[in-house]
Each structure stands twice: as C-alpha cells, then as structure tokens.
Nanobody, 119 residues
Framework: QVQLVESGGGLVQAGGSLRLSCAVS????????MGWFRQAPGKEREFVGS????????YYADSVKGRFTISRDKAKNTMYLQMNSLKPEDTAVYYC????????????WGQGTQVTVSS
C-alpha cells in the first residue's frame, strides 16, 4: 500500500518561492509515475505536473511551466515541487499522487498541503 504525505506549504508573498515535499512509503510499481495537482476554492482540481520515477522525465501544465520544477530523490523516496515566482492565482491546496503507469489513473493521493500567495 502506497502512502503519500505532503509537507512544505505555507504563506508566501507574490514573487516568492516555496518547496513542497511528498514522502512516499510502501513504494512499489504502483508509484512509478507521480504527479502534483492543486485545487483552489470553488474550482476543480487541476494538473500541475508529473514525473517518471525511473527516468526523471517531467511534464508541466502551461500555467506553471518555467516557474515550477518537479524532482525526486530516490534515496529518500521523496518527490519535490519547487515553486518560484509565485502568483496569487497559485493559491490552492496542493496534492501529490501516484499511479503505476503513464496510462492508468492516479490511484494514490496525499492529504494535501495549503499554499497561500499574498499580493
């Protein structure tokens, strides 16, 4: 059973940076591909980006491309989301998720961590 725990959220001013972490326990093939999602109040959850655990290949939503970077530390079983040049519209609860392959749904989710960007 894969368990995901996010941390690192908080309050930051526009233009600032934050780094979120997603600790993965029970890591198996079920978490070969991992992603970050976010959900702002009153809005649907949206894809932020993803990473292949084995190759490190990343994908990003256009809204965060060039500002956010996803990485993983295999030794620590942890995925990161480095967020730079934050904007008020980045305010949301951020979730990490895992799935076995690129074509299967995300089946494992963390509890989320709040990111608030003040203007």
């Amino acid at each position: 059973q894969v368990q995901l725990v996010e941390s690192g959220g908080g309050l930051v001013q526009a233009g600032g940076s934050l780094r979120l972490s997603c600790a993965v326990s029970g890591r198996t093939f079920s978490s070969n591909f991992m992603g970050w999602f976010r959900q702002a109040p009153g809005k649907e959850r949206e894809f932020v980006g993803s990473i292949s655990w084995s190759s490190g290949t990343t994908y990003y939503a256009d809204s965060v491309k060039g500002r956010f970077t996803i990485s993983r530390d295999k030794a620590k079983n942890t995925m990161y989301l480095q967020m730079n040049s934050l904007k008020p519209e980045d305010t949301a609860v951020y979730y990490c998720a895992a799935r076995p392959s690129f074509t299967t749904p995300y089946g494992y989710w963390g509890q989320g961590t709040q990111v608030t960007v003040s203007s």
